[in-house]
């Protein structure tokens, strides 16, 4: 090929559409070395994209070795000498290396934040023979053929040597927190049991197990106190209507029965009527947060799952750069063209045409900034692909929000009609929009109740029906979902938003946490009190944020990487210390948190035959099969037992059938749906199941 300019990306999807942009025919040539894909685009100048696969360099210590900490010394190496099943790695970069051999120029043109600069910057100086001074960098926020073009013409003329800096530094504490800490639990637990585990916390990921088991303790020790609700049902019109008491809660059941007494068989008379009216507001553009924030309210996905969907809408050139906490949409981005663009989808169309008409398109904005993106916007191309349901929702989400953003904000009004019902006060409560300005826009997302009230006059008189009191108690605190601890992560500032979501999976993956409302399970718990106990500084929320603070410093060329890692050692050595020296009291008590752990994961429930053992899945010493079977069982006091599917992953679910009140568990083989598995042959829901698919058969 003689001499080119070789470009690095940060995934084969974005070196493809790179590629594709870059050639004067938009008709780029896919080669193959060993298996690696790359590109060849025809320009004044022959270009060679290559891509990475995400992280292809990571941070490993300097001699080999699991079974030993404290860890101090470290370097960067290729993944496939610090991780296994990562060998595919090695060829990958045999290729980039032989690639960059006749090579003359060289871009890194991996994603414009602190990971895709640490994957370019490490491939540049390892894998290119140190060209990571010379490299220029491309800078985009889609990957639009215009944008891209635009990139490549115009470069920034040298990496972001700030940015590489705090990404190393983040990466290099975050080893240094994780290997150690992790280590001297593993290893603790292994060496008391003799049995390996897994055992896990890092500089965020102990902090975020903090806020959890605080929360978990408050609903644990809340004792709920009783309240009663006073409601009246009164009618206007014919039609029945909710009134609310004057007070929200009634403290005593005497008072509560002296307010009925006083307004059995009375009729109301309307006493005033306010009436309201307040402009709505249009919402912000959309953060990375927000996008999942959102994304959780309305269709249950979770963080980490809508950080992926966003991330393939990204690389198909559909949505800007999602890993972005701006809440800015800068003329630059081209308002118009966008909604030309989604002009063509009959969906969108009359909605774009009225943006259109517009003398002037002025998003409504926020307050946050990012110095690489702007907020999430779609780029107003066309998908070449179906989408799934899960793609498809996220990216209508992202241009309904687009949209909204343009649009005048909505006039809504409130009424509040006062009825004294013998000396005492109740509220009827309306709700209508009068012009809905940028709802229209965010339709199918709109989260607001339309109350509407028949025509009412002060002095009228209103029949009531009844009044009731209704008997409450007090709740504890709301459990954590993902979306709120992410929320409560990025209020403490701890982490980023490249990283908050899989820090929440990980506790979810080592067992710390179950369930969609987050609740903290025993060895949760367990490894928490270790941390409390023998390091608190490592779980110490101030601290994680002073380092967050400190390392976004470096960014801003404030701070020194060098003296932030020397820091976060002499943090370290301490803790360690302490660790290693308590070694067999934190062994005993995180084996027997495990061992516990791992029954309860097993436990279905009560058996529903001798009503003394336990359900649980069983493997025949025999066959090696999993079955379902009472803990009595091999005591000989109980014979219950049902068989099992042998494929895929069962998990009790903790709650009974609605046919039979037996326990229940969920089923998931890989390609099917998982499905609720009731394993009682009598069960009238099996019958049920069995008439509506003779049914199907028939039609």
Same mark, same amino acid.
């Given at each position: 090929m003689g001499r080119y300019t070789l470009i690095v990306t940060e995934k084969p999807d974005a070196a493809q559409r790179i590629a594709l942009a870059l050639d004067v025919k938009g008709k780029a040539k896919k080669m193959e070395d060993n298996g690696v894909p790359y590109y060849v685009a025809k320009r004044d100048k022959e270009i060679v994209v290559v891509p990475a696969l995400g992280h292809l360099y990571t941070v490993a210590e300097e001699r080999r070795g699991r079974n030993y900490y404290p860890v101090f010394g470290f370097k960067w190496v290729p993944r496939y000498v610090a991780e296994r099943g990562v060998k595919q790695i090695r060829t990958w970069l045999e290729t980039i290396s032989k690639l960059a051999n006749e090579a003359d120029l060289f871009i890194d043109a991996c994603d414009y934040d602190i990971e895709g600069s640490i994957i370019g910057y490490c491939i540049l100086k390892y894998a290119c023979n140190d060209k990571e001074g010379i490299a220029k960098r491309m800078k985009y926020s889609t990957l639009t053929k215009e944008e891209l073009e635009e990139s490549y013409t115009k470069p920034l003329p040298k990496l972001d040597f700030a940015l590489i800096e705090a990404g190393r530094a983040r990466h290099e504490v975050d080893w240094l927190y994780g290997v150690n800490l992790s280590r001297a639990l593993t290893i603790a637990a292994r060496d008391w049991s003799g049995k390996y585990a897994t055992l896990s916390t890092g500089r965020v990921q102990g902090p975020t197990l903090k806020f959890l088991a605080a929360r978990e303790k408050s609903i644990r020790s809340y004792v709920p106190t009783p309240y009663w609700e006073i409601k009246g049902e009164v009618e206007v019109e014919g039609k029945t209507f909710e009134a609310e008491y004057e007070k929200e809660t009634i403290e005593t059941k005497k008072e509560t029965e002296a307010i009925l007494n006083a307004c059995k068989g009375k009729n109301g008379i309307v006493e005033k009527i306010d009436v309201k009216q307040f402009q709505q507001s249009p919402p912000l553009p959309f953060d990375l947060g927000a996008l999942q924030s959102e994304a959780y309210g309305l269709f249950g996905y979770t963080p980490r799952r809508t950080s992926n969907i966003?991330? !393939?809408?990204?690389?198909?050139?559909?949505?800007?750069?999602?890993?972005?906490?701006?809440?800015?949409?800068?003329?630059?981005? *081209?308002?118009?063209?966008?909604?030309?663009?989604?002009?063509?989808?009959?969906?969108?169309?009359?909605?774009?045409?009225?943006?259109?008409?517009?003398?002037?398109?002025?998003?409504?904005? /926020?307050?946050k900034e990012d110095p690489a993106h702007p907020a999430i916007y779609?780029?107003?191309?066309?998908?070449?692909?179906?989408?799934?349901?899960?793609?498809?929702?996220?990216?209508?989400?992202?241009?309904?929000?687009?949209?909204?953003?343009?649009?005048?904000?909505?006039?809504?009004?409130?009424? !509040?009609?006062?009825?004294?019902?013998? &000396?005492?006060?109740?509220?009827?409560? *309306?709700?209508?929009?009068?012009?809905? /300005?940028?709802? !229209?826009?965010? /339709?199918?997302?709109?989260?607001? &109740?339309?109350?509407?009230?028949?025509?009412?006059?002060e002095k009228q008189t209103i029949k009531v029906k009844k009044v009731i009191?209704?008997?409450?108690?007090?709740?504890?605190?709301?459990?954590?979902?993902?979306?709120?601890?992410?929320?409560?992560?990025?209020?403490?500032?701890? *982490?980023?938003?490249?990283?908050?979501?899989?820090?929440i999976q990980t506790l979810y993956d080592r067992?710390?946490?179950?369930?969609?409302?987050?609740?903290?399970?025993?060895? *949760?718990?367990?490894?928490? &009190? $270790?941390?409390?106990?023998?390091?608190?500084?490592?779980?110490?929320?101030?601290?994680?944020?002073?380092?967050?603070?400190?390392?976004?410093?470096?960014?801003?060329?404030?701070?020194?990487?060098?003296? $932030?890692?020397?820091?976060?050692?002499?943090?370290?050595?301490? $803790?360690?210390?302490?660790?290693?020296?308590?070694?067999?009291?934190?062994?005993?008590?995180?084996?027997?948190?495990i061992k516990k752990s791992r029954i309860e994961e097993r436990t279905i429930g009560t058996c529903p035959i001798c009503h003394t053992g336990k359900l649980m899945i069983l493997y025949s010493r025999k066959t090696g099969k999993r079955f379902i079977g009472c803990t009595n069982y091999f005591k000989e006091l109980c014979k219950t037992s049902f068989p099992l599917p042998q494929r895929g992953t069962v998990k009790p679910l903790g709650r009974n059938c609605r046919g039979c009140g037996w326990p229940t568990v969920q089923v998931r083989i890989k390609g099917r749906r998982p499905w609720t598995l009731c394993f009682n042959p009598q069960c009238p829901l099996i019958e049920e199941r069995k008439k509506r698919i003779e049914m199907r058969n028939m039609q």
């Open positions: 966003a991330q !393939r809408l990204y690389l198909d050139a559909l949505i800007s750069y999602p890993r972005t906490s701006s809440q800015k949409l800068p003329p630059a981005i *081209g308002y118009e063209t966008i909604l030309k663009n989604l002009n063509k989808l009959p969906q969108y169309s009359k909605l774009t045409a009225e943006l259109l008409a517009k003398p002037e398109l002025k998003p409504k904005e /926020g307050k779609p780029t107003g191309k066309l998908p070449e692909r179906e989408l799934d349901d899960s793609e498809r929702n996220i990216w209508d989400l992202v241009v309904r929000r687009f949209m909204a953003v343009f649009d005048e904000p909505a006039i809504r009004q409130s009424m !509040r009609i006062n009825i004294n019902i013998n &000396e005492h006060h109740f509220y009827l409560r *309306g709700r209508q929009t009068l012009k809905e /300005g940028w709802l !229209r826009f965010y /339709g199918p997302y709109v989260r607001s &109740e339309e109350v509407l009230l028949p025509p009412i006059k009191a209704e008997d409450k108690f007090t709740k504890p605190p709301p459990r954590y979902n993902p979306s709120s601890l992410l929320k409560k992560m990025e209020e403490a500032e701890i *982490g980023t938003k490249a990283t908050r979501a899989d820090i067992r710390y946490v179950r369930d969609e409302r987050i609740v903290v399970t025993d060895l *949760g718990f367990d490894v928490l &009190e $270790v941390l409390e106990k023998y390091c608190p500084t490592v779980v110490s929320i101030k601290l994680t944020k002073e380092l967050e603070e400190r390392m976004n410093k470096i960014q801003m060329n404030e701070e020194k990487r060098e003296n $932030v890692l020397v820091d976060a050692v002499e943090i370290l050595k301490p $803790v360690v210390e302490e660790l290693k020296t308590k070694e067999k009291i934190i062994g005993e008590q995180l084996s027997s948190a």
